[in-house]
């Protein structure tokens, strides 16, 4: 694979040569923070696969517990809830 670091205005310099590099990482050149990867076109739809896979599992172990309090509150608020406790 085919790397390169650059800074972001780098990156806008020579945007127009960069279709040789797979992959580019962005970081922040005064502080020397990574700040994220620019992924070449050829990998694009894999990387939009990867992340929608992940985001989807996200959301399944989120929508495990989801309906565990439904009817248990009668037909209250979270607002009315939240002013009843008491810290």
Do not use: C, H, P, W
């Not at 992959?23 to 739809?45: H, L, M, N, P, W």
């Not at 992340?51 to 608020?77: C, N, P």
Request: proline share 0%.
């Amino acid at each position: 694979m085919n790397t390169k670091k650059m800074g972001v205005r780098d990156l806008v310099r020579e945007g127009k040569n960069i279709t040789q590099y797979d992959f580019i990482d962005i970081e922040d050149k005064k502080t020397g923070q990574y700040r994220g990867v620019f992924v070449s076109y050829q990998y694009a739809d894999d990387v939009k696969v990867f992340l929608i896979k992940k985001q989807k599992q996200k959301v399944s172990k989120i929508m495990k517990f989801s309906g565990m309090a439904d009817g248990l509150f009668d037909d209250e608020t979270v607002q009315s809830i939240k002013s009843k406790k008491t810290i």
